[in-house]
C-alpha cells in the first residue's frame, strides 16, 4: 500500500512538474523562419456593398452593419476568450457574438523579428504591450510599428468558424476574411471599428464579422497536446491519493479497535 501511495505521490509531482513547464511553452511565439510569407503582408481593405443586416446569437437580435471588406494573415501574440467564466463586459452587455478578441502581428515586425523582444497580454477589450526584461526599452519600440499590429474583436453565428475561432492561441499563424462591422443589440449598446491601421489607443481595435477563418500553420502541437493530458493525469493522482487517504485511515482506526477489544 505504501509502494503504491509513494508512486502516486512522484507521478502527481512529475505532473506537476511537466504542467508548469508545458504551460511556459504551449503559447511560445515561432521564429522568423517559421514565418509564413503570407504574413509579410498588409490587410486587405476595400469598399463593400454588404447591406445592414442582423444576427440572432443567445437569444438577442444584433444589427450588423459593415463598413468595409477586409482580410488580415497575421501571427497571434495574444488572445482573450470572452466566453470566460472570468469576463464580466460582455455577459452584463449580453454581447454574446463577440466571441474572442486575437490581438496579430505582421509586415514589419515580423520583418524585424521584435515581436519576439515584446511581451503581450489581453484585457477584455485591449492589446497591452510591453518590453521582455532585460531589453532595452527605448530600441524596441523604436522598431516596433504600431500600424503592424491590431487587436481583433471576432463576431461570428456560424459554429463551424466559431470553433475554429477559438481555437486559435498564441503563436498560431492566422487567416480571416469578413467585414469591419459596427454593431448593437436593443439599444443596449453600440460597438464600432477602427478603419485605419494607423489609429492607436481608445477606438483602434478593429471589429471584424467573420466569414472566413483559418489556422494556416499551428504552434506548440507538442506542448499543448501535453498540457492538455498532463491536467488529466493530475486529477487521477490527486483523487487516488485521496481515496488511499480515507481508505487508510479508516483501515489504520478499524485495526485499533481490534487492538483495543484483544
Known amino acids: 500500500m505504501n509502494l503504491f501511495k509513494n508512486t502516486v505521490k512522484i507521478i502527481l509531482l512529475i505532473g506537476i512538474v511537466i504542467f508548469i513547464y508545458s504551460y511556459s511553452q504551449k503559447g511560445k511565439l515561432p521564429k522568423k523562419e517559421e514565418i509564413l510569407p503570407e504574413l509579410y503582408q498588409e490587410p486587405i481593405q476595400t469598399e463593400t456593398e454588404k ?3 442582423k444576427v440572432e446569437r443567445g437569444g438577442i437580435i444584433y444589427d450588423i452593419t459593415p463598413l468595409f471588406n477586409y482580410e488580415l494573415y497575421g501571427l497571434v ?13 460582455h455577459e452584463e ?12 502581428v505582421w509586415g514589419d515586425n515580423v520583418e524585424t523579428e521584435v ?8 484585457g477584455s477589450f485591449t492589446c497591452y ?16 510599428k504600431d500600424s503592424a499590429l491590431s487587436n ?16 486559435a492561441e498564441e503563436g498560431d499563424q492566422i487567416y480571416l476574411k469578413g ?25 483602434a481595435c478593429e471589429t471584424i464579422y467573420i466569414t472566413d477563418f483559418e489556422i ?22 490527486i483523487i487516488l491519493l485521496l481515496i488511499l487517504f480515507f481508505t487508510g485511515s479508516d483501515f489504520t482506526h478499524e485495526s485499533n479497535r481490534k487492538n483495543l477489544q484483544e
Open 77 to 89: 501574440v495574444s488572445e482573450y476568450n470572452s466566453k470566460s467564466w472570468l469576463d464580466y463586459y
Open 93 to 104: 452587455w449580453k454581447d454574446f457574438i463577440n466571441l474572442k478578441d486575437v490581438c496579430v
Open 51 to 53: 447591406p445592414p443586416f
Open 216 to 237: 494556416i500553420k499551428e504552434a506548440n502541437v507538442f506542448w499543448r497536446l501535453t498540457y492538455s493530458y498532463v491536467k488529466y493525469l493530475i486529477i487521477v493522482s
Open 129 to 144: 504591450i510591453d518590453s521582455k526584461s532585460g531589453a532595452d526599452k527605448t530600441a524596441v519600440f523604436q522598431k516596433f
Open 179 to 203: 467585414y469591419l462591422v459596427q454593431y448593437s443589440q436593443q439599444d443596449e449598446f453600440k460597438r464600432g471599428s477602427s478603419v485605419s491601421r494607423t489609429d492607436t489607443g481608445n477606438g
Open 152 to 167: 481583433n474583436h471576432l463576431l461570428s453565428e456560424n459554429d463551424i468558424i466559431n470553433q475554429k475561432i477559438m481555437r
Open 115 to 122: 515581436y519576439q523582444e515584446l511581451k503581450f497580454h489581453n
